[in-house]
């Protein structure tokens, strides 16, 4: 089953405009990470945030974390065309001894030229 | 590129039939994770591998195993084929032990389809 869902499930917008995708989850989680994966291929890892951190950036990326309302939004200003892809968030728990990813079912991001 | 990478890259497998899929890590790590991602889903957890042994399952039937070789490769099994096998099978490498190292780094994935 999956850990959450992302929203929206499509999102459309023009070049140079921002995306943003949000993310819910619903167990204590140690981190939570977005992926980004082209045309049913391998995940891309594009941004990890820890569960005592807030907002963590990487170049146009801006990743928030709300551990009290257990989501998360990922940001992609200035958006390319390029950046079309499926945006997953996947969260890594407290408990085991091993990092199993559970992923939502992800966000498609069309960007227009 | 992660360096991690998987083979076949599609494989077409008729119901009941056997498959085995293959997936070479990234140099330098030391677990291996599975996934399964059906059309329009995100992945699912099938099992990691640490050293040579599985480290966790997720909820899938004993039909699906695994082998972790000392070189860190990893092969998926699939037996007794079902037509709901069908999906991106992904595999993951990463380094455990060492804090910090949670990320996860992808092979571009095995599309099987069951007929």
């Known amino acids: 089953s999956q850990q959450g869902e992302e929203d929206p499930q499509a999102l459309s917008i023009q070049e140079g405009e921002n995306a943003t995708m949000n993310c819910s989850y619903k167990t204590s989680i140690n981190n939570l990470q977005w992926y980004r994966q082209n045309s049913g291929r391998g995940l891309v890892h594009l941004i990890l945030i820890r569960s005592n951190e807030r907002e963590k950036h990487s170049g146009r990326l801006r990743v928030t974390l709300d551990t009290s309302k257990k989501s998360s939004s990922l940001l992609i200003t200035a958006s390319r065309a390029a950046d079309t892809a499926s945006y997953f968030c996947?969260?890594?728990?407290?408990?085991?001894?091993?990092?199993?990813?559970?992923f939502g079912a992800g966000t498609r991001l069309a960007v227009h030229p | 590129e992660t360096g991690v990478t998987q083979s076949p890259t599609h494989l077409i497998k008729t119901r009941g039939q056997q498959v085995t899929l293959r997936c070479s890590s990234q140099?330098?790590?030391?677990?291996v994770s599975w996934y399964q991602q059906a059309l329009g889903q995100g992945p699912q957890f099938i099992f990691q591998y640490y050293r040579e042994e599985e480290n966790g399952r997720g909820n899938f039937p004993p039909r699906f195993s695994g082998l972790q070789f000392p070189n860190y490769s990893s092969e998926l099994n699939v037996n007794a084929l079902e037509l709901d096998d069908s999906a991106l099978y992904l595999c993951?490498?990463?380094?455990?032990?060492?804090?910090?190292?949670?990320?996860?780094?992808f092979g571009p994935g095995t599309r099987l389809t069951v007929l």
């Open positions: 140099s330098g790590h030391n677990t």
């Open positions: 996947a969260t890594v728990g407290v408990s085991g001894g091993y990092n199993k990813l559970i």
């Open positions: 993951a490498s990463s380094l455990a032990g060492v804090r910090g190292a949670d990320t996860q780094y």
